[in-house]
C-alpha cells in the first residue's frame, strides 16, 4: 500500500531563516506531487506542484521554492522565512494519468517567529 | 475557471442527528468531485469521490453524497452524527482529462454537541 510522509511534524523557527520541508511517498511511482499551505481558518493554498522529477510548477508568487530531486522527493524550501508564512503545510501525491485523486500527508506545522 | 463553494462556514449538529453538508461547484465539463475530512492538526482524508455513475455514492464512515447536475452540487449527508465526526470538510473539483488540479472549497467546520 502506499504511504506518504512529511518532516518535521512541527517546526518554530526566526523570521529570516532558511526552511526546509520534506515529503517522501513509498509503494507507487511517478505520481504527482503537491505543496499545500493551510492558513488558520483558512482554506487551501495550492503552491506547488510536480509531475514528474526536476519538473516544478508554481501556483503562487513568494519566497518559497520547491524541488523534486528524486520520483518520491518533494521538498519546499525557503532562503528567508517571513512571519506570512507561518501555517500548515500538507504535502499530497495523486497518480499520474487517473482521476487525479489526492492522498495528503500527515502535513508540517510552522510557526515563523 | 472552475470554483467550489461551501456556504457554511460552521454547523453544529446534535449527535444522533442528521447531517447534510452542502457544496455547490462551477466547472465547464463533467466533473470529479470530492469530499475529505480534517481532524484537527491532521491531514486530509479521502471520504468519498464521484467520477461518473450513480449519483448517489456511498464513501467511509456512512457518508453519502448526491452528485445534482442541475444544481451543480454535490452535497454530503450522513443520517446519524457520532462526536467522532466533528472535523472540518472539504469539498473539491477536479477535471477528467489529463492532469488536472483540485479545487477546494474553503471548508465546513462540524460541531457535534451531546
Known amino acids: 500500500s502506499q504511504t506518504i510522509h512529511q518532516w518535521p511534524a512541527t517546526l518554530v523557527q526566526p523570521v529570516g531563516s532558511p526552511l526546509s520541508l520534506e515529503c517522501t511517498v513509498e509503494g507507487t511511482s511517478n505520481p504527482n506531487l503537491y505543496w499545500y499551505r493551510q492558513a488558520a481558518g483558512r482554506g487551501l493554498q495550492l503552491l506547488f506542484y510536480?509531475?514528474?522529477?526536476?519538473?516544478i510548477s508554481s501556483e503562487v508568487p513568494q519566497n518559497l521554492s520547491a524541488s523534486r530531486p528524486q520520483d518520491r522527493q518533494f521538498i519546499l524550501s525557503s532562503k528567508k522565512l517571513l512571519l506570512s508564512d507561518s501555517g500548515f503545510y500538507l504535502c499530497a501525491w495523486s497518480v499520474r494519468g487517473a482521476s487525479n485523486e489526492q492522498y495528503f500527508g500527515p502535513g508540517t506545522r510552522l510557526t515563523v517567529t | 475557471a472552475q470554483s467550489v463553494t461551501q456556504p457554511d462556514i460552521h454547523i453544529t449538529v446534535s449527535e444522533g442527528a442528521s447531517l447534510e453538508l452542502r457544496c455547490n461547484y462551477s466547472?465547464?465539463?463533467?466533473?470529479?468531485l470530492f469530499w475529505y475530512v480534517q481532524s484537527p492538526g491532521q491531514g486530509l482524508q479521502l471520504l468519498l469521490k464521484y467520477f461518473s455513475g450513480d449519483t448517489l455514492v456511498q464513501g467511509i464512515k456512512g457518508f453519502e453524497a448526491e452528485f445534482k447536475r442541475s444544481q451543480s452540487s454535490f452535497n454530503l449527508r450522513k443520517p446519524s452524527v457520532h462526536w467522532s465526526d466533528a472535523a472540518e470538510y472539504f469539498c473539491a473539483v477536479g477535471g477528467n482529462t489529463g492532469f488536472q488540479k483540485l479545487v477546494f472549497g474553503t471548508g465546513t467546520r462540524l460541531l457535534v454537541s451531546p
Open positions: 510536480s509531475v514528474g522529477i526536476g519538473q
Open positions: 466547472y465547464g465539463a463533467t466533473p470529479y
